[in-house]
C-alpha cells in the first residue's frame, strides 16, 4: 500500500509565527516525508498523540551516507507531543523521501507534522 504523505511546512527566520497544519495519523498505511525540495536537508517532525496509549514511530533507515546507523525508533507517550530533529544523510531513501512506521499496543490517534529547519 501506498504511505500517506505528511505535509511539510516550509519556515522563516526572525520572528515569524506559523500555525501548521498537521495530517491524520494512519496507522494502516505509515508515512512518507518528501524532503528532496529541502535545501539543507534539516527538519523536524512532530507527532501529537491524542490517546491514552503510547505510541512508536520507527524513522527507518534511508540509503545515505548515515544510513548505516540504521532505524531511529521514538516512544510518543499518551496525550503527548513528540519531536523529532532530523538530519537527513541517515533517514532519506533513494526516492528522496522519509518513511515512518507507527505502532501502538492500543489505539494511536493524533497528528503528524513536518517542517523544514530555516537557515
Do not use: C, W
Not at 85 to 109: C, M, P, Y
Amino acid at each position: 500500500m501506498a504511505r500517506s504523505a505528511v505535509t511539510v511546512a516550509d519556515l522563516l527566520r526572525y520572528n515569524t509565527a506559523y500555525t501548521i497544519t498537521g495530517d491524520a495519523i494512519d496507522l494502516t498505511n505509515d508515512h512518507e516525508i518528501d524532503i528532496s525540495s529541502i535545501k539543507d536537508d534539516l527538519f523536524v517532525v512532530m507527532i501529537e498523540n491524542t490517546s491514552t496509549e503510547t505510541g512508536t514511530a520507527t524513522f527507518t533507515e534511508g540509503a545515505f551516507s548515515e544510513s548505516g546507523q540504521g532505524d531511529l525508533e521514538v516512544s510518543i507517550a499518551a496525550s503527548a507531543i513528540q519531536v523529532i530533529s532530523l538530519e537527513s544523510a541517515r533517514f532519506k531513501q533513494s526516492t528522496g523521501k522519509v518513511n515512518i512506521d507507527l505502532a501502538s499496543t492500543g489505539t494511536l490517534t493524533g497528528r503528524i507534522f513536518a517542517a523544514e529547519l530555516p537557515k
